[in-house]
């Protein structure tokens, strides 16, 4: 099991979202979050708009996945927010160690999906 | 003969039918994404600005000055002429300056309006543009026709007592001219965006009401029993309409919704708009119940069947909303409550009707064809909409360059 964390442009949420569904991948947790990367956030401003400094507005996404769906939702995020240039943001993926699903107490694989 | 409380009443209106404008900006501001909500905002203020110039340097007199023809034509140019002694072929009670500064603010929230239409995808440049070339080609000869001394409508004995069909109708045909030519908001298939901050929409609708008191009982012109006929019908028809589109909405849907009693409030200001000077309460509350069926029908069926994205209903509820109150006038005009009327079908006179329908139709065709010729111009020269990056970006930040809200303090 891992955990899929991306920081992607707040207006590319829609279609990323899109690939996703098209890769079955229907669980997904959104926050609005404020960053900034290698650029601290300077060609960004016509995009992005500043906030609090050099700060800029991103969308967070967080995707529990089996370990067979990493490369799909990896490449689905990609496919939905890749425009190539500055600030196009991240994918972080990380080993899950547990996970339960609070109506059912099920854990592990079964508990994810 | 200057009356002082004519006067002061029609001052009076005229700042409140002002207020109109920035109530219309929240009223469509918390329908849109709030990333588009500034745009709505700037869009109306700037109409405040650019109309109000507009219409004492040329509007006004295109509109109201003294001539058969097209418009009203060029001798009040930067109001040379109009003073502070009354005009009385307009309003005889009141400074002449009075009676163009309370129509001037009709002039400035009819095109306000159409924004409903264009909401979220239309080039700012292109609005601007637009916007002056419709005032001046499309609401000030319309308006002169109507109300105007000379105008073709007015002699042909169409009733409009405060903008049924210069405003509403007008402004609504353009509406759906709009939605047509500009296309779809990107997505919308996948996900219709709902409304950002409904309690704005509230707060537009209650000052919209507010402000409607101006707009139709300030039509009388004088403080005197016409305008309170049409104070007391304007407030019923609207809190019937409101009521009414609650009711649908229960009956339909299982629960009735502020949006949707806020949509049927401002539907039966504009249906009463047309006939406030004319009828009665109790056609009044006839007219307000029935304009949230239509209207309903409207937005609810007709809409999505059609497939066009009138983005907040300018079409649905001014156009349908005012084509019903101006028939209406027609069914339920009565000399009893205005002897400078006339009787409508209900009160044995059914040619009323017809002339009312006759100008609907009139007003329906001029708009679609000159709001057509002014869209295809201004997308020759500037280009209506902002590209697919920009619409996704969002109006308010690619436009404007600002952002109404913040994420941390």
Not at chain 2, 40 to 53: D, G, H, R, T
Not at chain 2, 61 to 88: C, D, H, M, R
Not at chain 2, 363 to 391: N, S
Request: proline share 3%.
């Amino acid at each position: 099991m891992k955990l899929i964390i991306a920081i992607i442009q707040p207006h590319k949420l829609e279609e990323v979202k899109e690939e996703l569904y098209q890769q079955e991948v229907n669980l997904i947790t959104v926050s609005e979050v404020l960053g900034h990367g290698r650029q601290k956030g300077v060609t960004e401003v016509y995009r992005g708009h500043k906030e609090t400094g050099n700060l800029l507005r991103k969308v967070r996404l967080e995707i529990a996945v089996n370990d067979n769906f990493v490369e799909p939702t990896v490449n689905a995020i990609i496919r939905g927010a890749k425009t190539g240039e500055t600030g196009d943001g991240k994918i972080f993926i990380l080993e899950l160690k547990e996970c339960v699903r609070i109506r059912t107490e099920e854990r592990g694989s079964s508990a994810i999906g | 003969m200057i009356n002082s409380g004519d006067t002061a009443w029609v001052l009076m209106s005229s700042a409140l039918v002002l207020l109109m404008t920035p109530a219309l900006a929240f009223f469509y501001g918390g329908m849109v994404r709030r990333k588009n909500i500034l745009s709505i905002l700037m869009q109306c203020f700037v109409i405040m600005c650019a109309l109000s110039l507009h219409w004492v340097l040329i509007g006004y007199s295109l509109s109201f000055g003294p001539a058969k023809g097209f418009w009203g034509g060029f001798q009040w140019l930067g109001l040379n002429g109009v003073g502070l002694e009354p005009y009385t072929d307009y309003a005889a009670t009141i400074p002449h300056q009075a009676f163009m500064i309370f129509q001037a603010m009709f002039a400035i929230i009819t095109p306000a309006l159409i924004i409903g239409a264009f909401a979220e995808r239309m080039k700012f440049s292109a609005f601007l543009v637009f916007t002056l070339l419709w005032a001046t080609f499309v609401y000030s000869p319309l308006c002169h026709w109507v109300w105007g001394i000379g105008g073709w409508l007015r002699n042909f004995g169409a009733l409009d007592f405060a903008g049924g069909t210069v405003v509403h109708i007008n402004a609504g045909i353009a509406a759906l001219v709009t939605a047509l030519i500009l296309g779809k908001r990107a997505n919308l298939g996948k996900n219709i965006p709902s409304p950002h901050n409904l309690p704005f929409v509230v707060l537009g609708t209650g000052l919209l009401w507010f402000g409607w008191f101006g707009f139709n009982a300030g039509s009388a012109l004088a403080a005197n029993g016409l305008a309170v006929n049409a104070f007391v019908v304007t407030n019923t028809a609207a809190a019937a309409a409101g009521l009414s589109w609650a009711f649908i909405e229960w009956i339909r849907n299982g629960k009735p919704t502020v949006f949707g009693i806020c949509s049927g409030a401002v539907a039966g200001l504009v249906a009463i708009t047309p006939g406030a000077g004319f009828v009665s309460v109790v056609p009044a509350i006839l007219i307000g119940l029935l304009v949230s069926v239509f209207c309903f029908i409207a937005v609810t069926v007709i809409k999505p069947k059609l497939g066009y994205d009138d983005s907040l209903d300018a079409f649905g509820v001014h156009c349908v909303g005012g084509i019903w109150g101006a028939l209406a006038t027609g069914l339920f005009a009565s000399k009893a409550v205005n002897a400078a009327g006339a009787d409508g079908l209900f009160f044995g006179n059914p040619k009323q009707f017809l002339v009312q329908l006759f100008a609907v139709g009139a007003t329906i065709i001029y708009t679609a064809l000159a709001t057509l010729v002014i869209y295809k111009l201004v997308d020759l020269f500037i280009g209506l909409r902002v590209g697919e990056k920009e619409e996704a970006i969002g109006l308010d930040l690619t436009q404007h360059r600002e952002r109404a809200y913040t994420v941390l303090e």
